[in-house]
């Protein structure tokens, strides 16, 4: 059984930045994918950005994308490095893992095991 730990959320102003960790215990291998998402109030849970472990393939959503940073820092542990932070980026995000060595799209539905998720919350 494979767990899934977020840590590093809090609450930052705009502009800055912070970095979220996925720490996995239990069974995982290179073939799986591990995907960040997140869900704002009276808001869906979208894909942010999705990472295949041994293809190095990834993903980043357009609202992303030049200021998230995905990096596998070791065999446990997939990181999201989050820069220029803006208030629309508030929301729990939420680490995944998709076991079935595909890369396919960035869905919620596609992933077999979630963590907890962390708050992260940008505000002035």
């Known amino acids: 059984q494979l767990q899934l730990v977020e840590s590093g959320g809090g609450l930052v102003q705009p502009g800055e930045s912070l970095r979220l960790s996925c720490t996995a215990s239990?069974?995982?291998?290179?073939?799986?994918?591990i995907g960040w998402f997140r869900q704002a109030p009276g808001k869906e849970r979208e894909g942010v950005s999705c990472f295949h472990l041994s293809a190095g393939s990834t993903y980043y959503a357009d609202s992303v994308k030049g200021r998230f940073t995905v990096s596998k820092d070791d065999a446990n542990t997939v990181s999201l490095q989050m820069n220029d932070l803006r208030t629309e980026d508030t929301a729990v995000y939420y680490c995944?893992?998709?076991?079935?060595?595909?890369?396919?799209?960035?869905?919620?539905?596609?992933?077999?095991?979630w963590g907890q998720g962390t708050q992260v919350t940008v505000s002035s």
């Open positions: 239990g069974f995982i291998t290179d073939y799986y994918t």
């Open positions: 995944a893992a998709d076991s079935s060595s595909l890369f396919r799209q960035c869905k919620s539905f596609y992933y077999d095991y």
